[in-house]
């Protein structure tokens, strides 16, 4: 089984670059900068990743990230994740990058997006990987500030394929940037948003209702509204559900309390993913294999939710269908 979930194609299509930022390239990044970072080795980073809920996790996160500063920082962090990912046979990934995050540093938008641009370009020669960006919002802050970091966003419109919602749900429901989402839409971008990681299945109804998304990134709370599983299951809606955060934010207590496939059992579209890997203990291929032991997962069970997020990627009708018969032939050949 380990093997299987080694070397299964994967699509992964949620995952922050700045959340697969290692402790060791933190230090490394810092030491290149000049930066003097509050923990003294990469153990006692790795000892304060010890989270109640989102919000302390965000707050870790956000402070790690200031040692990227340079184009060639953002570059380093996304060809490391791009390795691992190939490593994983990740065929095929969207990645969210949070440019407001770096902004609001003094960081230019240009240096963040052609930096991880590069190295989505090399990737995908040199490793055989696709790759398209996702540029999220960062909820708490403001609707003009999401605003102003879309408008800086449309000179690379043709990189980026989607705009997303991330960062401090509770009291910032997706309703606070409807106009935004439209402005997006309306200049050719799909949509998606983190919605009931945390927050109640009505920001969920928003999300589909009001921004128009494509895919729900987390959504497990959506078992609390009998009328909204129903309608996900109809229009099949996929979730990006990511195992190993869910325990790590404290949203399950454990993973053999995970809805994961009490989800997929009742025929939604759901997906598994990493969110942010050096933080929460994982890749995807990590979060499959604990899942799969925590819950039982069949053969079948992987098959289709790998199968799940080719479907739900942004990749074109005859380039998913070609995803899709190499995931085919890949069983044929280890299942029979
Ligand atoms: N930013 C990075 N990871 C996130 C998560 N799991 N939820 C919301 N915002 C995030
Ligand atoms: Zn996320």
Redesign the pocket.
């Known amino acids: 089984m380990d093997t299987f979930l080694q070397q299964i194609p994967k699509a992964e299509l949620h995952i922050?670059i700045?959340?697969s930022l290692e402790p060791e390239t933190m230090f490394a990044l810092a030491k290149r900068n000049g930066i003097e970072l509050a923990y003294k080795s990469v153990q006692e980073v790795r000892d304060a990743y010890n989270f109640q809920n989102?919000q302390s996790?965000?707050d870790l996160?956000y402070a790690g990230m200031s040692v990227l500063q340079t184009q060639q920082d953002f570059y380093d962090l996304t060809w490391a994740y791009l390795q691992k990912a190939a490593a994983e046979n990740v065929r095929h990934t969207e990645i969210?990058f949070?440019p407001q995050a770096h902004t609001s540093r003094g960081i230019e938008f240009a240096t963040v997006h052609t930096g991880i641009h590069q190295a989505l370009q090399d990737a995908k020669e040199k490793l055989g990987i696709s790759a398209y960006l996702i540029l999220?919002f960062l909820r708490h802050l403001s609707a003009e500030s999401a605003m102003a970091t879309l408008e800086q966003a449309l000179p690379y419109k043709d990189t980026i394929v989607a705009v997303g919602l991330?960062?401090?749900?509770m009291g910032n429901p997706p309703s606070k940037f409807q106009r935004v989402f439209d402005r997006a839409r309306e200049a050719g971008f799909y949509t998606v948003a983190?919605a009931g990681?945390e927050g109640p299945p009505e920001y969920i109804w928003e999300a589909i209702k009001l921004l128009n998304v494509s895919r729900i990134?987390?959504g497990v709370r959506c078992v609390e509204d009998t009328q909204l599983v129903k309608y996900l299951i109809e229009q099949q809606i996929p979730l990006t559900v990511?195992p190993l955060?869910n325990i790590k934010?404290c949203v399950f207590d454990a993973l053999e309390k995970h809805n994961i496939k009490q989800l997929l059992h009742m025929g939604l579209c759901v997906t598994v993913n990493s969110?942010?890997p050096a933080y929460f203990g994982g890749y995807v291929a990590e979060n499959l294999q604990q899942t799969q032991q925590a819950l039982g997962l069949s053969q079948q069970d992987i098959y289709q939710m790998m199968k799940n997020s080719f479907q739900a990627t942004f990749l074109n009708p005859e380039e998913k269908q070609a995803r899709i018969a190499e995931l085919d032939h890949f069983m044929a050949i280890s299942v029979g």
């Open positions: 922050h700045e959340g989102l996790f965000l996160y969210f949070d999220c991330d960062s401090s749900e983190h990681e990134d987390h990511c955060s934010l969110d942010d």
